[in-house]
């Protein structure tokens, strides 16, 4: 019969040879690997060596070269993620008031039922493995949002993301500016995890979601009866997001008066709920992102020329996808293989024409259309190779080659049959019966200006 695994790995530190030894081997009957330790030194020594494996440290308190309650610090400096229970012969209260301040578990007298320190030492593994569970999916999305994660080296991307990294560390307020779908929540959460502010709330509000009359609410909480149906106090947005970062976006939708009040947040870091008398102090940086020319609506009196001035005090343009054609490849790639996860499909890729067109294209829609342009692909292909027949009618389509100002019959044909192709979504009956002809015409105008489509009913 195999072995079976441990439970974990549990340090005990005793001078006391037999009771170290029975101790451990008690333990080990619980199903426990035991690392034991004669001595301050030696436990230290063996945490180091072993501080990913080892959940919980039982100590004793008298040791020949420390103090059990003194050495706490050092051991959990040694293994952050570990607990730590205390051992002592003579339970002193001081001494376990102390060791819990410092970060114990648990103090245990020495002598107390087998049982009880078989449920303290289960329960302090218990929590150890949490800790190690959290850090770890902490780790995944500072690593999912990093600016490492982000996909292309496009020099108009590199541009942005240098940008980024630079105020990153700092506490500036940053104002992104680009087209909706290019990336911009994305720098918000890779500046948040590159800041002190890191480990810390970050809250995202998109601006154009709320209802004009909820968003102040929304943001800023109020007090019980401070309107009908306010049947109690409710904590805003601002407040979730003390001692990390708030991000703003589509920040041009905030109304006026709304703007007044968060101008007033990033000047003193306070504010005053609907209903409230008495401010609410918060430590929020400010993170905002807009599509618009907030400049331009400043000038025209459609947005406070106060509060932009505070908003642009680092200003990040995020490129439009166009603008980086080099990501295109990358990012189709990357989007490919996890839908191809996600539909549990052998997608392999594209192949040239398809691969092509995705390169050509404008994306209007930035990133976010070209992630649904292959979430749209990936579950209609039956092949493991993408071809231009699995991708939407405006692509499928190649870009007009006639010069803008050819007139001919023939150019303004074409045009016309792509124009209502497009307006259709590839639908040629229906196509055919705006033109007003028949479908098999359609289908041999088609062939003849060399579109996708052409050929036999």
């Not at 940053?174 to 948040?192: C, D, R, S």
């Not at 800041?195 to 810390?200: D, E, F, L, Y």
């Not at 405006?394 to 044909?413: F, G, I």
Request: net charge neutral; charged share 25%.
């Amino acid at each position: 019969m195999p072995p079976t695994m441990p439970d974990g790995t549990l340090l005990l530190i005793d001078d006391e040879a037999a009771l170290r030894q029975g101790m451990g081997r008690f333990l080990e009957l619980e199903g426990y690997r035991v690392l034991p330790a004669g001595s301050a030194a030696e436990g230290l020594e063996l945490l180091g060596q072993h501080a990913a494996e080892v959940l919980v440290v039982l100590c004793d308190v008298k040791l020949p070269d420390a103090n059990g309650v003194q050495l706490l610090p050092r051991l959990k400096q040694r293994a952050p993620l570990a607990e730590v229970v205390l051992l002592t012969a003579y339970g002193r209260i001081p001494d376990g008031v102390q060791a819990m301040k410092d970060g114990a578990f648990d103090y245990l007298t020495k002598g107390d039922a087998d049982e009880q320190l078989v449920a303290v030492v289960a329960r302090a593994a218990d929590k150890a493995r949490l800790q190690r569970r959290v850090a770890e999916l902490e780790r995944q999305v500072g690593a999912q949002h990093s600016f490492a994660s982000m996909i292309g080296h496009s020099p108009a991307l590199e541009r942005a993301k240098a940008l980024a990294q630079r105020v990153a560390a700092t506490e500036s307020t940053v104002l992104l500016e680009g087209p909706t779908g290019a990336g911009k929540e994305l720098f918000a959460q890779a500046i948040h995890q590159a800041s002190p502010r890191k480990g810390k709330p970050f809250v995202a509000v998109n601006c154009s979601a709320f209802p004009k009359d909820l968003l102040e609410s929304e943001l800023f909480g109020y007090r019980k009866g401070a309107f009908t149906g306010a049947l109690g106090d409710k904590k805003g947005l601002l407040e979730e997001a003390s001692g990390g970062t708030l991000f703003l976006d589509e920040i041009g939708e905030l109304e006026l008066s709304v703007q007044a009040k968060f101008l007033r947040v990033l000047e003193t870091q306070t504010f005053t709920k609907l209903g409230d008398t008495k401010p609410t102090k918060v430590d929020v940086r400010l993170v905002a992102a807009t599509n618009r020319n907030l400049k331009q609506e400043a000038a025209n009196g459609q947005f406070r020329p106060d509060l932009y001035y505070r908003l642009a005090v680092f200003t990040i343009p995020v490129p439009p996808l166009k603008e980086r054609p080099e990501d295109v490849q990358p990012l189709a790639e990357h989007f490919l293989q996890l839908f191809a996860a996600k539909l549990r499909k052998r997608l392999q890729g594209f192949d040239a024409e398809c691969l092509r067109r995705l390169q050509r294209y404008d994306w209007p829609g930035n990133v976010r259309e070209l992630k649904n342009v292959l979430e749209r692909a990936a579950i209609l292909t039956d092949d493991a190779v993408l071809t231009t027949d699995d991708l939407p009618f405006e692509l499928q389509s190649p870009a007009p080659t006639d010069d803008a100002n050819d007139q001919s019959l023939r150019t303004v044909e074409k045009r016309q049959i792509l124009r209502l192709l497009q307006q259709t979504q590839g639908n040629k009956t229906e196509a055919a019966r705006q033109l007003g002809i028949g479908v098999k015409t359609l289908y041999r105008k088609l062939q003849e200006y060399g579109l996708p489509g052409g050929g036999s009913v």
